[in-house]
Nanobody, 124 residues
């Protein structure tokens, strides 16, 4: 079983900061990519920031210069440092991981996993 668990969400005033964490656990063979998405109220889920398969980073234009994605490979954890938060950053933030689960001494085909989401609310 593979599980992604997010933490660090909450209520913050505009201009403030939050740091989200997402830890992947379970029978993991390897992680190809991890990242963050968000779903604002009444809207579609959208990309925030990701590490891609070739280890580069990709940010949504709306968060460039304010958010920073980082990771600790030893802990299978990805972080999202969010600074200068705005009310429009209010959303449920989801972690995703494209990874290979362990099967015996080998691995399954890579597939996408999602966390349960963490609420971020920015007040004006």
């Amino acid at each position: 079983q593979v599980q992604l668990v997010e933490s660090g969400g909450g209520l913050v005033q505009a201009g403030g900061s939050l740091r989200l964490s997402c830890a992947a656990s379970g029978s993991i063979f390897s992680i190809d990519a991890m990242g963050w998405y968000r779903q604002p109220p009444g809207k579609q889920r959208e990309l925030v920031a990701t590490f891609t398969v070739n280890d580069s980073t990709n940010y949504a234009d709306s968060v460039k210069g304010r958010f920073t994605i980082s990771r600790d490979n030893d802990k299978n954890t990805v972080y999202l440092q969010m600074n200068s938060l705005k009310p429009e950053d209010t959303a449920v933030y989801y972690c995703d991981a494209f990874l290979r689960a362990k099967i015996g001494s080998g691995s399954a085909s890579p597939r996408l996993y999602w966390g349960q989401g963490t609420q971020v609310t920015v007040s004006s």
